[in-house]
Nanobody, 129 residues
Framework: QVQLVESGGTLVQSGDSLQLSCKFS????????IGWFRQAPGKEREGVSC????????DYKDSVKGRFTVSTDKGTNMVFQQMNNLKPEDPATYYC??????????????????????WGQGTQVTVSS
């Protein structure tokens, strides 16, 4: 059974950078896309980054474009999210999640998280202004 373990979340200051990591236990090639979701208190979980496992093509939520970069290391079954210039709207618990769907457009669409069944415990990012 696939398991996900996220790490790297911590308290940072606005403008700082942070890298999140996700250890994927299983065969990443069984899935079409993988990326990161986040959920702030009282808000719906939302997709922020997505990468095609086969092609490596990426896509992002508009508010993080140019600041976040998602990547995978298939050799070590790791998924990373580099977050630069963190802003006050970025604090949340961040989760990585795989999807069978090969479309990052779908992955990042509102409500897509409802169709994903594999989640880790998440890692919390806090940004102080």
């Amino acid at each position: 059974q696939v398991q996900l373990v996220e790490s790297g979340g911590t308290l940072v200051q606005s403008g700082d950078s942070l890298q999140l990591s996700c250890k994927f236990s299983g065969n990443m090639a069984d899935y079409g896309t993988i990326g990161w979701f986040r959920q702030a208190p009282g808000k719906e979980r939302e997709g922020v980054s997505c990468i095609s496992i086969e092609s490596g093509a990426t896509d992002y939520k508009d508010s993080v474009k140019g600041r976040f970069t998602v990547s995978t290391d298939k050799g070590t079954n790791m998924v990373f999210q580099q977050m630069n210039n963190l802003k006050p709207e970025d604090p949340a618990t961040y989760y990585c999640a795989p999807a069978f769907d090969t479309s990052c457009h779908w992955y990042l669409s509102p409500g897509s998280y409802q169709y994903l069944s594999i989640w880790g415990q998440g890692t919390q990012v806090t940004v102080s202004s």
